[in-house]
């Protein structure tokens, strides 16, 4: 079982910073990929960024230029720096990862999410 775990939400005002991290665990041979999402009261969850393995990270427009997605790939972590953070920003963001078990199963997991909000 790969378990990813959030953190780093909280309230911020407009413009402001954040850092969200993911952390992940589990028998894990390799990732294919890692990535935010992010869902707000009475949307659909949608992609922020994603950063497949030995390609390049990709992101919403909406977010383009102000969010930046990382990892560290020896920890299994992925991060997400949130910069000019803007109120229509506020949503549940969740980790998501994909990859191969050590049992040469494929898997898809989700984080619990964390809270961002912003606001003034």
């Known amino acids: 079982q790969v378990r990813l775990v959030e953190s780093g939400g909280g309230l911020v005002q407009p413009g402001g910073s954040l850092r969200l991290s993911c952390a992940t665990s589990?028998?894990?041979?390799?990732?294919?990929?890692m990535a935010w999402y992010r869902q707000a009261p009475g949307r659909q969850r949608e992609l922020v960024a994603d950063?497949?393995?030995?390609?390049?990270?990709n992101y919403a427009d909406s977010v383009k230029g102000r969010f930046f997605i990382s990892r560290d790939n020896p920890k299994n972590w992925v991060y997400l720096q949130m910069n000019s953070l803007k109120p229509e920003d506020t949503a549940v963001y969740y980790c998501?990862?994909?990859?191969?078990?050590?049992?040469?199963?494929?898997?898809?997991?989700w984080g619990q999410g964390t809270q961002v909000t912003v606001s003034s």
């Open positions: 950063f497949p393995t030995g390609g390049s990270a």
């Open positions: 589990g028998v894990i041979r390799t990732f294919y990929s």
């Open positions: 998501n990862a994909r990859g191969l078990t050590i049992n040469l199963q494929d898997f898809e997991s």
